[in-house]
């Protein structure tokens, strides 16, 4: 009985051997293999993990000693290798660059996007931080503190940690600024012409925007001045004929209002022709100005 023992533990032990042997020669393509070498711990001895995989190390190490159930663990399927915070690049349809296995932390973002095909093809490629209003939180021992890190605040924003670690916090508001500003009185200003034809820079009156240059000032002020001067016409003709009908057959009131009614009519005729001059020799001739 004792021979039989003997014999059997030389064969199992031989067996193992044997097994480990033949097994650190190969696995089978996207698979690892465990074994227990010297009868050691188990672990992974083999692997032929496709790209963007890696063995899983706790089906091996959770298998303890027993040596015969390690042994023969065999063509375990990789699992993806995924990193924190990192993708894997890959070329798509032949034509751009893209993503996979993404596990970015918030605040980060995949660092596929935009590559070149020549410089594409990476596993575990660490996500970019991304500008979006955040900042991330590492605890520093020498200041035994909670210190913010990669900050990215906007303006009026300002990064604040409160614990560690975080990545992606987003930044609060900052109420700690300047304080009100005065505004500043800006006399500059800009428009266009009556009808909108021409674009002019000026300064800020009572009246409006009045513009600097004399020849965009004549643009501007020469048609205001044109319907003035007919408006103040016609007006005059209207209290002309307001005093003819109420003179009450007074002599001195009718000859008044006519002639305020003459005046007017002549004021009217002399715009007009005022204009026609200024539009023939001014703009069509000389050039000086639009109209």
Known sequence: MKKFLIGFYVFT????????????????????????????????????????????????????????????????PCIPDVQPNTADCFIYNGTVCK?????????????????????????????????????????????????????????????????????GVSCVPDDQGPGPTIPVYDPECSGFDPEGHTGFTGVKTALGCLPTDPQDFVNVALPWAIFLGAGIAFLLGVFGAGMIVLSAGNPEKMQAGKEMITSAIAGTIIIVFAVFLLDFIGVKVLKLFTF
């Open 13 to 76: 032990t031989l067996l193992v051997r044997l097994i480990s042997v033949d097994k650190a020669l190969a696995a089978s393509p996207g698979t690892f293999d465990c074994a227990a070498p010297g009868q050691g711990a188990c672990r992974v001895v083999r692997q032929s993990c496709n790209p963007g995989t890696k063995p899983d190390d706790s089906v091996c190490s959770s298998i303890g000693n027993d040596y015969l159930k390690c042994n023969n663990t065999l063509d375990v």
């Open 99 to 167: 993503a996979k296995n993404v596990a970015c932390q918030q605040g980060y973002k995949e660092p596929c996007s935009g590559r070149s095909l020549a410089n594409c093809v990476q596993t575990g490629a660490a996500c970019v931080f991304e500008n979006s209003n955040t900042t991330d939180c590492v605890f520093y021992p020498q200041s035994n503190s909670c210190q913010p890190t990669n900050s990215d605040c906007r303006p009026g924003y300002k990064a604040v940690c409160t614990s560690c670690p975080a990545t």
